[in-house]
Nanobody
Framework: QVQLVESGGGLVQPGGSLRLSCAAS????????IGWFRQAPGKEREFVAL???????AYGESLKGRFTISRDNAKNTVYLQMNSLKPEDTAVYYC???????????????????WGQGTQVTVSS
């Protein structure tokens, strides 16, 4: 079973940047699709970005151009670089992976089986 640990969240002013990390243990993620999701208070968990094993990516609506997902297989870690942050980006951010490297998850949260505990991102002046 894989364990995921997110880090890098915090309080940032509008227009600022943060880089989130998702470190995995218990399994090598080289061939996995890895997703980032977020959940704001009172809202459903929504898709943010994913990266496939060949490094193709997909982003949630309106996030491409501000957010960039990347991976470092040597560190078994995936990153989410967030720029030009807005108050509406405030949420708990989660990374997730499917059960198998042969799975091809998309933007649906039910495509993913293992989740981290989340890291809080607050964008406020």
């Amino acid at each position: 079973q894989v364990q995921l640990v997110e880090s890098g969240g915090g309080l940032v002013q509008p227009g600022g940047s943060l880089r989130l990390s998702c470190a995995a243990s218990g399994r090598t993620l080289d061939y996995y699709t890895i997703g980032w999701f977020r959940q704001a208070p009172g809202k459903e968990r929504e898709f943010v970005a994913l990266i496939r094993w060949r490094n193709s990516t997909a982003y949630g609506e309106s996030l491409k151009g501000r957010f960039t997902i990347s991976r470092d297989n040597a560190k078994n870690t995936v990153y989410l670089q967030m720029n030009s942050l807005k108050p509406e980006d405030t949420a708990v951010y989660y990374c997730a992976v499917p059960r198998s490297r042969y799975d091809t998850p998309g933007r649906a949260r039910n495509d993913y089986n293992y989740w981290g505990q989340g890291t809080q991102v607050t964008v406020s002046s």
